[in-house]
């Protein structure tokens, strides 16, 4: 049974940085694609960023240039670095592993002064 679990939430400020974490069990992030999604409060899930079992990555436009996704296989974790945080990158961020698969419960990234 695949298990996801997000950490590193939390409250900061615009123009701060957060790195998001999600470890797992029940899945093999080096032979499969992971993302992050996030959900912002009255809106819809929306798809964040992608890393592939190759390593190769896409970004969604609003957080291209900001955001990295990322992975340790020794740890068989995927990472979210986020920089330059706006208020608008308030939202609940979901693993979601396989690609399209399961996901975590969230954590929650407020960005406000």
């Known amino acids: 049974q695949v298990q996801l679990v997000e950490s590193g939430g939390g409250l900061v400020q615009p123009g701060g940085s957060l790195k998001l974490s999600c470890a797992a069990s029940?899945?093999?992030?080096?032979?499969?694609?992971a993302a992050w999604y996030r959900q912002a409060p009255g809106k819809q899930r929306e798809w964040v960023a992608v890393i592939r079992s190759s390593g190769s990555t896409n970004y969604a436009d609003s957080v291209k240039g900001r955001f990295t996704i990322s992975r340790d296989n020794a740890k068989n974790a995927v990472y979210l670095q986020m920089n330059s945080l706006k208020p608008e990158d308030t939202a609940v961020y979901y693993c979601?592993?396989?690609?399209?698969?399961?996901w975590g419960k969230g954590t929650l990234v407020t960005v406000s002064s």
């Open positions: 979601n592993a396989p690609y399209g698969n399961y």
């Open positions: 029940g899945v093999i992030f080096s032979t499969n694609a």
